[in-house]
């Protein structure tokens, strides 16, 4: 069985997180420029005199294919990588995948990946 883990972290971690999954020989991940808020909220910011509230802050969405026996990997690897023990840091889920197709050649399931 494959699985999805999608992460939402701050953008600064990105190369982290890319290499720390690297040396534990994870391969191919998409990461996407997102904006969004939790239990951070936002913060108010101050230009040419006026002050105006950011509610969205810009964050990295990262996804992963993997199989199920890696996906505890992924998660921890993401969290340890991720994590500075601030609000912000982010979030990671899980989510089982039906169905995988490798376009070029047709491969399916885990030959896929």
């Known amino acids: 069985m494959l699985h999805m883990i999608t992460a939402i972290i701050r953008p600064h971690n990105v ?3 890319k290499d720390a999954l690297r040396e534990q020989g994870i391969q191919g ?3 996407t ?4 808020y939790g239990r951070q909220g936002g913060h108010t910011e101050t230009y040419r005199g006026a002050e105006y509230t ?3 802050m810009p964050k ?3 996804e992963i294919l993997a199989e199920s026996d890696q996906a505890d990997l992924v998660v921890q690897t993401i969290s340890d990588a991720a994590r500075s023990g601030k609000i912000g840091d982010g979030k990671i889920w899980v989510t089982s995948v039906d169905r995988a197709v490798r376009i ?3 491969e399916m399931g885990s030959e896929a990946v």
């Open 15 to 17: 190369e982290t997180v």
């Open 29 to 31: 991940m998409t990461v």
């Open 33 to 36: 420029e997102v904006k969004g």
């Open 54 to 56: 950011v509610d969205f």
């Open 60 to 62: 990295a969405k990262i």
């Open 104 to 106: 070029r050649t047709g």
